[in-house]
């Protein structure tokens, strides 16, 4: 098995239209979230330049103009992560900055130990380079997972998760006829103090989590529904539909009777790029999830 190393990484990156122009010092502060002590070292080294000049942090630049960022070992220390097999990966989108591909259930997004492989571990070997997760699937659900490609992007990223920039939407079939076309779940969900592996809805400790659930097709007494989530708890999907009388089908943990695969899949992912604003939407597939859907009869 081999070990992945950073690298010394050199970036330009092109303004894109629809962005306002701004200061050197603003667009690596408040646009690109670079820590501090980074800009520090890019000043210093002038490692930074606009179209390929020396600039000041007072530079203004604007859509068109090409600015060149290098960041060495002393910015973003070497990072080794074990490396996992390529050839399981399935690519849905990638980028010199991100990478999106379809993770299969049973197979966790990142692993626990260090010698310990994961979709995390298959997707660095498969670009060739450390990659970092942006957000998890449990290991039972499939779908679309993204991964930063560098330390540099990662945080932007991870903005864009917070403040909800990134929408992701699961196909979830659950127990029972679902009551209504659309609804909002926003029950508060905390760690189970019985079984430290589950969750559950806690008015008075519990996090603030939304779901939007939307009803697809009925199958008797299953329902497809589409969910979207509006925060990221763990197991959120699974624990608002249990609560509410409609456990996910397979589901080990919430379902009094789980059979066959949790079915619960990342069907979509949907944001603006953060460095072109373009408008990246990526749906994936999944064989094993629709191989059920088609033995159910519609009602």
Same mark, same amino acid.
């Given at each position: 098995?081999?070990?992945?190393?950073?690298?010394?990484?050199?970036?330009?990156?092109?303004?894109?239209?629809?962005?306002?122009?701004?200061? /050197?010092? &603003? !667009?690596?502060?408040? #646009?690109? =979230? *670079?820590?501090?002590?980074?800009?520090?070292?890019?000043? $210093?080294?002038?490692?930074?330049?606009?179209?390929?000049?020396?600039?000041?942090?007072?530079?203004?630049?604007?859509?068109?103009?090409?600015?060149?960022?290098?960041?060495?070992?002393?910015?973003?220390?070497?990072?080794?992560?074990?490396?996992?097999?390529?050839?399981? /990966?399935? &690519? !849905?989108?990638?980028? #010199?900055? =991100? *990478?999106?591909?379809?993770?299969?259930?049973?197979?966790? $997004?990142?692993?626990?130990?260090?010698?310990?492989?994961?979709?995390?571990?298959?997707?660095?070997?498969?670009?060739?380079?450390?990659?970092?997760?942006?957000?998890?699937?449990?290991?039972?659900?499939?779908?679309?997972?993204?991964?930063?490609?560098?330390?540099?992007?990662?945080?932007? !990223?991870?903005?864009?998760?917070?403040?909800?920039?990134?929408?992701?939407?699961?196909?979830?079939?659950?127990?029972?006829?679902?009551?209504?076309?659309?609804?909002?779940?926003?029950?508060?969900?905390?760690?189970?103090?019985?079984?430290?592996?589950?969750?559950?809805?806690?008015?008075?400790?519990?996090?603030?989590?939304?779901?939007?659930?939307?009803?697809?097709?009925?199958?008797?007494?299953?329902?497809?529904?589409?969910?979207?989530?509006?925060?990221?708890?763990?197991?959120?999907?699974?624990?608002?539909?249990?609560?509410?009388?409609?456990?996910?089908?397979?589901?080990?943990?919430?379902?009094?009777?789980?059979?066959?695969?949790?079915?619960?899949?990342?069907?979509?992912?949907?944001?603006?790029?953060?460095?072109?604003?373009?408008?990246?939407?990526?749906?994936?597939?999944?064989?094993?999830?629709?191989?059920?859907?088609?033995?159910?009869?519609?009602?």
């Amino acid at each position: 098995m081999a070990f992945c190393y950073n690298k010394c990484m050199k970036f330009t990156l092109t303004i894109p239209d629809g962005l306002p122009a701004m200061t /050197v010092k &603003e !667009l690596l502060e408040e #646009q690109f =979230l *670079i820590p501090r002590k980074i800009r520090h070292f890019l000043r $210093t080294k002038k490692h930074v330049s606009v179209n390929g000049l020396a600039i000041n942090w007072q530079t203004v630049v604007k859509s068109g103009d090409d600015i060149c960022l290098i960041f060495d070992e002393e910015d973003y220390p070497q990072k080794t992560i074990l490396f996992g097999n390529g050839e399981l /990966v399935e &690519e !849905l989108y990638q980028d #010199q900055h =991100l *990478i999106i591909v379809n993770k299969p259930e049973g197979m966790k $997004t990142h692993a626990n130990e260090p010698t310990e492989l994961a979709l995390l571990n298959h997707v660095s070997a498969y670009v060739g380079e450390t990659c970092y997760v942006v957000h998890r699937l449990d290991k039972e659900t499939s779908g679309a997972v993204l991964f930063a490609k560098n330390p540099f992007v990662l945080p932007i !990223l991870n903005r864009l998760l917070e403040k909800r920039e990134i929408s992701r939407e699961y196909w979830a079939l659950v127990q029972g006829k679902f009551p209504s076309k659309k609804l909002i779940y926003k029950d508060k969900i905390g760690r189970d103090r019985h079984d430290r592996r589950k969750r559950l809805v806690d008015p008075r400790k519990g996090l603030y989590a939304e779901t939007h659930v939307t009803r697809v097709k009925q199958f008797g007494q299953a329902a497809l529904v589409k969910c979207q989530l509006k925060t990221g708890r763990t197991h959120q999907i699974r624990v608002h539909l249990a609560h509410h009388g409609h456990p996910l089908i397979g589901d080990p943990l919430y379902h009094p009777q789980p059979k066959g695969r949790l079915m619960l899949h990342a069907h979509r992912l949907i944001f603006t790029h953060p460095f072109t604003l373009e408008k990246i939407t990526v749906e994936a597939c999944s064989d094993n999830f629709e191989k059920v859907l088609s033995s159910l009869n519609p009602r």
